[in-house]
């Protein structure tokens, strides 16, 4: 099992709709989890922390489940500026090198 | 307010050239790190550095070599450029505390030919 897994996508949503999409670690000690996002040709910018109990900021919700080892992202009322990837982010500890990156799922709007 | 800066935004190199990126941080984090990404591939760490002199081995360290002279500034050199190494990479730091997101330079697009 590959430690940060995420369906590539794309995902093609329309406008205005919501849209989820999870990620899976396989490392159960892992400690800290954050959404990127990344913009074609750009450097990845965080998007939001992933806190035990979840989070909201704005129309995006993240959400923790320790015991099936998942987060997810909820996108609520998708504007064409969310077009995007956006990487799943997993830390396993207080080291420096223990960050683990998924491949990102791609996400479209359609107008 | 810069954050990380890397140097240059672009490069074309020949096979058996050397050269030396440069990453510049001016939030006072401690922890500074070299990634590069590939189509399909993700983001896979190269080297990284918890402090001034200080540096270990990532992912993928072969054909790169790092230097952590002074606290804001991270180097990675290619001694001896392969296309293998056509890639965009990718400069971040961050604080100490574990939970605290990196954050990222701009890239740097390497092509060698």
């Known amino acids: 099992r590959k430690e940060v897994e995420q369906d590539p996508g794309p995902f093609n949503v329309p406008e205005g709709a919501t849209v989820a999409f999870n990620c899976t670690y396989s490392?159960?000690?892992?400690?800290?989890f954050f959404w990127y996002r990344q913009d074609c040709r750009k450097e990845p910018k965080l998007l939001m922390s992933?806190?035990?109990s979840g989070n909201e900021d704005g129309r995006f919700t993240a959400q923790l489940n320790r015991a099936s080892q998942y987060i997810s992202l909820l996108i609520r009322d998708s504007k064409l500026s969310d077009s995007a990837t956006y990487l799943c982010?997993?830390?396993?500890?207080?080291?420096?090198?223990?960050?683990?990156f998924g491949k990102g799922t791609h996400l479209i709007i359609q107008p | 307010n810069a954050g990380v800066t890397q140097t240059p935004k672009f490069r074309v190199l020949k096979t058996g050239q050397s050269m030396t990126l440069l990453c510049a941080q001016d939030?006072?984090?401690?922890?500074m790190y070299w990634y590069r990404q590939d189509p399909g591939m993700g983001l896979r760490l190269i080297h990284y550095?918890?402090?001034?002199?200080?540096?270990a081995k990532g992912e993928v360290p072969d054909g790169y070599n790092v230097s952590r002279l002074k606290k804001q500034n991270f180097l990675l050199g290619l001694e001896s450029a392969a296309p293998s190494q056509t890639s965009v990479y990718f400069c971040?730091?961050?604080?100490?505390?574990?939970?605290?997101?990196?954050?990222f330079g701009d890239g740097t697009r390497l092509s060698i030919l």
């Open positions: 971040a730091s961050s604080p100490v505390s574990s939970n605290q997101p990196q954050h």
């Open positions: 490392n159960s000690a892992s400690q800290s």
């Open positions: 992933v806190y035990s």
């Open positions: 982010v997993v830390k396993r500890g207080g080291g420096a090198d223990g960050l683990t």
């Open positions: 939030m006072n984090h401690e922890y």
């Open positions: 550095s918890v402090g001034e002199g200080t540096t």
